[in-house]
């Protein structure tokens, strides 16, 4: 089948998450304004927060919106790169097998070294290509996740810079707790910049130090250093940006039904009453999550319906006995807003007690990405 008539069939279901190009813009350049002179590394990691990578890595590095971009993996560089981003791109991720060290620098990605091992082996990927990885080298400071401890940092750096196959970039850390604990980041901070001056102590020059991501770069002037990066306040999802995604789709069957009648599997709603009720083209398939069972609303016709029974794989059941005009075609808002109303991912988040980040990383590839301006 050629490839517009696959396009054509993946377009045809009505569920779609649109995502705004005016508000990524806006975003990045609220970020990058405040960020100055710091650089700005947008983080595109898991499909740009489920926004789409490609398509807003390439409004970025067309409109010079961010210095360069930030991926938790070879293959998210890869596949950057298969689209035509030339922009810097660092791998924020422990690579393993140490064997992709070889795609990485092919591919020329910043890779992250956060092990003595590591080190040793970026350097025999680059002999063995004859190229230059270049590198930034991960601290632990308090995250528990990836990264050396001050000692093992030092040594790193000085495996690293004593081979012509390499060039030390950078060194930065992860700041756990940037939006609940300002002690813990300022702990964090003070870890950081004791390795930063050691690193200087051994003749280190020119290394671009990051620390902050969205929140601690709006809310911590002093955690900017060379370079932040900023994901969620790209996409709008803190305080004071503007929301990028919407998730929408249509009504496609709408029933009346009696008093005590049932609605989802098991039984999960009973009517209490004649009810009208839609039925959506949107499920957990979708990572439209069964916690909204019974939980969360819709919007239709500007007004909030209650979603009935259990989320089910591919559909969902709403309430529109209030919606005078609700009929098959009718618009249906998921995520964002219609009308006077809006549905936030915050809101979503508070009901499936998580954070926005899943909300919003969890719409599946099979939604459609819809880019408006």
């Not at 994901?231 to 496609?252: C, H, M, N, R």
């Amino acid at each position: 089948m050629p490839a517009d008539s696959i396009a054509a069939v993946r377009s045809l279901r009505p569920t779609r998450a649109e995502i705004r190009l005016s508000a990524v813009r806006k975003n990045l350049q609220k970020l990058k304004s405040t960020a100055a002179p710091a650089r700005l590394l947008f983080v595109v990691k898991a499909n740009a927060y489920g926004h789409g990578a490609i398509e807003l890595t390439r409004l970025a590095e067309r409109e010079k919106l961010a210095w360069g971009f930030g991926v938790s993996s070879v293959e998210e560089g890869l596949a950057l790169r298969a689209a035509g981003i030339v922009s810097p791109a660092l791998v924020l991720g422990s690579l393993y097998p140490f064997e992709s060290f070889v795609e990485a620098i092919n591919a020329d990605l910043m890779v992250t070294v956060a092990s003595l091992d590591a080190a040793r082996k970026v350097i025999d990927a680059a002999r063995k290509l004859g190229a230059l990885a270049v590198c930034h080298i991960k601290l632990e400071t308090g995250m528990g996740r990836i990264g050396a401890r001050k000692p093992s940092a030092l040594k790193i750096y000085d495996e690293l810079s004593a081979s012509d196959a390499v060039s030390v970039a950078g060194m930065y850390t992860h700041l756990s707790s940037a939006d609940t604990d300002p002690q813990y980041t300022k702990e964090q901070l003070g870890f950081f910049d004791e390795t930063a001056a050691e690193l200087t102590a051994r003749g280190a020059r020119g290394l671009i130090l990051h620390a902050a991501n969205s929140c601690a770069a709006m809310n911590y002037p002093e955690s900017r250093r060379d370079m932040v990066r900023c994901g969620i306040a790209a996409y709008g999802l803190a305080e004071g940006f503007e929301p990028a995604l919407s998730l929408k789709t249509s009504i496609v069957f709408i029933k009346n039904v009696r008093e005590r009648a049932c609605v989802s599997y098991n039984k999960s709603f009973r009517a209490d009453r004649p009810m009208k009720i839609a039925t959506i083209p949107v499920g957990y398939g979708d990572g439209y999550i069964r916690r909204f069972s019974n939980r969360a609303d819709v919007l239709i016709g500007g007004l909030r319906c209650r979603v009935l029974g259990n989320v089910t794989m591919d559909m969902t059941m709403v309430d529109v006995t209030a919606v005078k005009d609700a009929a098959v075609g009718s618009e249906a808002v998921l995520l964002g807003r219609q009308g006077e109303q809006e549905v936030t991912a915050q809101e979503l988040a508070d009901l499936a007690d998580t954070i926005t980040y899943e909300i919003v990383t969890l719409i599946s590839a099979r939604v459609p990405r819809v880019y408006v301006e």
